[in-house]
């Protein structure tokens, strides 16, 4: 009765490495929704270096020029 329906259990979910390709593609799939995700909660995975949060204070007024170059040059002497 089932083998006559071309839907039946041997057309596609018959062979028994269709259960694995599934389950890896379902896997695939949750990778390549969550990667994008992760990136905004950890920060994008970009570090910041030292010469920019340097700038960043430069730029909210926490530090004057002269100290900003005292700073800029000692990193660079690093």
Avoid: Q, S
């Avoid at 089932?2 to 949750?30: R, T």
């Avoid at 994008?44 to 900003?68: Q, V």
């Amino acid at each position: 009765m089932w083998w006559d329906h071309p839907w039946g259990p041997g057309w596609f979910f018959g062979f028994p490495f269709m259960p694995l390709v599934f389950i890896a593609v379902c896997i695939l799939i949750m990778v390549f929704v969550m990667m994008p995700m992760m990136r905004r909660w950890h920060g994008g995975g970009t570090e910041r270096t030292a010469l920019d949060i340097l700038d960043e204070r430069f730029a909210r007024g926490e530090i004057d020029r002269a100290e900003y170059d005292e700073k800029r040059r000692a990193i660079a002497g690093r």
